[in-house]
């Protein structure tokens, strides 16, 4: 049953990413839900059932509109497996049960506000709010013995995780006076309500690691001075995941908990 339960989430990941890739678009242009179907984003033609099997569509249209030929991002189907990954891990890790399932609802928001923030540099309140709402799941069930809830942490545990990185970070944005986006920080407070403070320091310690790398990389490869603007999002939020599925086995690895 193992196996099926992860195929399940695989599956269900897969679905779940191709509403993604939606929210993705239309969030930023505000382009509600009831005006239209689903369409091509260079000719507006709407797509069929069968131009929307999440990444085996792409793969027979070779990445192509039906209709009008253009090219389709590849995107779209990296957003669909790479959601599909995560709930996998998020099932691998939890096992089937409560905490599982919202985690895979935390990562999911994750990747929408990740990619909204590459293409626009901001991140939506909505996803902020949402993440926020997500962790009234984790706190009420800190009360409670046997809740599954991994961590062992109490439940101020998860009040210290709203400031636990989000007020350092908002004071190197005074600092460095617009080095760092509000949403940033806006985000490790939601964040840290949802993963505790401990978890939420380890995942900005990370994404902040992988950020400086990505901003290195892409001085060195594309010429980008110091002073331009780089998404933070997308790094803090793949710190986020590594802290979510494996930061309590590390912390327990080095003798910290």
Request: aromatic content about 12%; some cysteine.
């Given at each position: ?64 509109c039906r209709t009008c030929h253009e090219r389709i991002s590849p995107r779209y189907p990296l957003v669909e497996a790479g959601n599909a990954l995560l709930w996998v891990l998020s099932y691998v890790t939890f096992g089937l049960g409560w905490y599982s399932a919202v985690l895979c609802v935390l990562f999911s ?149």
């Amino acid at each position: 049953m193992t196996i099926v339960y992860g195929v399940l989430y695989g599956l269900f990941g897969l679905v779940v990413g191709s509403f993604l890739n939606v929210c993705i678009y239309r969030i930023p242009r505000r382009i509600f839900w009831q005006d239209s179907h689903s369409f091509c984003p260079h000719c507006g033609s709407a797509l069929k059932w069968y131009d929307m099997i999440p990444v085996l569509s792409w793969i027979i249209l070779r990445g192509r509109c039906r209709t009008c030929h253009e090219r389709i991002s590849p995107r779209y189907p990296l957003v669909e497996a790479g959601n599909a990954l995560l709930w996998v891990l998020s099932y691998v890790t939890f096992g089937l049960g409560w905490y599982s399932a919202v985690l895979c609802v935390l990562f999911s928001l994750l990747v929408v506000g990740s990619c909204i923030d590459l293409d626009i540099m901001e991140l939506p309140n909505g996803i902020v709010i949402a993440i926020a709402v997500l962790g009234i799941a984790p706190f009420v069930a800190s009360f409670f013995e046997g809740s599954g809830l991994p961590g062992n942490l109490p439940w101020w545990g998860y009040l210290v995780g709203i400031a636990a990185a989000s007020v350092p970070l908002f004071l190197v944005a005074l600092v460095t006076r617009g080095g760092i986006g509000g949403g940033d920080v806006k985000l490790l407070a939601a964040v840290g309500f949802f993963a505790g403070w401990r978890l939420v320091l380890m995942g900005t310690l990370f994404g902040v690691v992988l950020g400086a790398i990505m901003a290195i990389v892409l001085m060195i490869a594309f010429g980008r001075t110091r002073k331009a603007m780089l998404p933070l999002v997308p790094a803090l939020s793949l710190g986020m995941v590594v802290a979510l599925l494996w930061g309590d086995a590390i912390l327990g690895r080095l003798g910290l908990i």
